[in-house]
């Protein structure tokens, strides 16, 4: 079910690009995207197709065609992706690279040679230049260097978003890319060798609460600025895109707005409902100060976030502690 403030269901008007009681098939139902968009259409009245990784390997081209041939579905969504942070990508290049351009591969092209009309390929916003200017607008693809840590999964990406782009001009396909800002929600990755930082200061706060740590230290200043967007906005955009977006270019999904570090953690320390001192450890990296998408395009077909921060936090500390026995 959606979450707290979530955007009404839609009512796709009659020219909607996707029809009502659409078949869609999510690629990557299990994963935090994936199982929210799965949950967004079904509450829409699609009919959700799925088949778990036990079933059917993505990498499988073969495989792949043959189910897309069998189940025929009027829409596809590719939500599923080797996915990891920096250590797992610096650590495992190449898969990130042959498992994304593989699962790319298999899907974009088993939907299209099974005559499948619809498909949204979901890539993310590290496809933009580590300079980029900000807030990052989808033009700047492909206009400068990388950031060298996630080289070989953006480099992936952007051959799917070239994929998708040569099926529209070569086929006429009706195919489109979206690029979502950071994400989290219910479904997140709360292990801290592997999570992103929204989950970890979750953790990090709930630890120190029950273990009565009279201070949690933070690496760098607190100053850099990120964006977040809970995982029911990203699926309300999704569907909004599948509904009226039919164009080349990929589009950016976020809130369009960001915070320091240091006043996320603040959130986070009063939902957890932490007392103790946050210091933050100045000697460690900061990373980039800002990074931030330019949502104009996504805005303009008329998105809005429903999901206020405090609240999307709130919800997904509990939903993690409904998860884990409390520590
Ligand atoms: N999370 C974010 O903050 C974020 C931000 C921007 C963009 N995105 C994009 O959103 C997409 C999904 O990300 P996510 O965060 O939802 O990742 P996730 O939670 O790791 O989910 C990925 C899904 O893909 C499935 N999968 C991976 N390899 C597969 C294979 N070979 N065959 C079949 N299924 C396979 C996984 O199956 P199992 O469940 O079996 O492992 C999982 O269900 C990615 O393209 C990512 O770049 C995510």
Redesign the pocket.
């Known amino acids: 079910m959606p979450g707290p403030g979530t955007a009404a269901t839609s009512d796709p008007s009659p020219s909607s690009l996707l029809p009502r009681a659409a078949r869609v098939f999510v690629?990557?139902?299990?994963?935090?995207?994936?199982s929210a968009v799965a949950r967004r259409l079904a509450a829409d009245g699609h009919e959700v197709i799925t088949r778990?990784?036990d079933r059917?390997?993505?990498?499988d081209g073969e495989g792949t065609a043959a189910f897309l041939r069998e189940v025929r579905p009027d829409a596809v969504v590719l939500?599923?992706?080797?996915?990891g942070g920096i250590m797992a990508n610096s650590t495992y290049p190449v898969q990130f690279l042959e498992?994304n351009l593989r699962?790319q591969l298999s899907v974009i092209s088993g939907a299209h040679a099974a005559g499948v009309p619809r498909l949204l390929f979901?890539?993310?916003?590290c496809i933009y230049p580590k300079l980029a200017e900000q807030p990052i607008r989808e033009e700047s693809l492909l206009t400068g260097p990388l950031e060298p840590t996630n080289e070989a999964y953006a480099i992936a990406?952007i051959a799917g978003i070239t994929q998708v782009r040569s099926y529209r001009r070569q086929y006429g396909a009706s195919y489109i890319s979206a690029?979502?800002?950071?994400?989290?929600g219910p479904?997140d990755?709360f292990d801290l060798a592997t999570s992103?930082v929204l989950p970890a200061l979750i953790r990090r706060f709930h630890e120190a609460r029950t273990s009565g740590a009279p201070e949690v230290v933070l690496w760098g200043t607190g100053t850099p600025r990120r964006e977040f967007l809970h995982v029911d906005d990203v699926a309300a955009a999704c569907a909004l895109l599948l509904e009226r977006y039919d164009g080349d270019e990929p589009v950016n999904i976020g809130c369009g707005e960001d915070l320091p570090i240091s006043e996320l953690a603040e959130v986070v320390r009063e939902v957890t409902g932490y007392q103790g001192k946050v210091v933050w450890d100045t000697g460690k990296p900061d990373g980039t100060p800002r990074k931030l998408l330019d949502v104009s395009r996504l805005s303009a077909l008329g998105f809005k976030p429903a999901v206020a921060l405090r609240d999307g936090i709130a919800a997904t500390y509990e939903w993690w502690l409904g998860q884990e026995p409390a520590s």
């Open positions: 690629a990557g139902h299990r994963g935090l995207v994936g778990g990784r059917l390997d993505l990498r939500a599923a992706a080797k996915v498992d699962i979901l890539g993310s916003s990406k690029m979502p800002t950071n994400l989290y479904g990755n992103h």
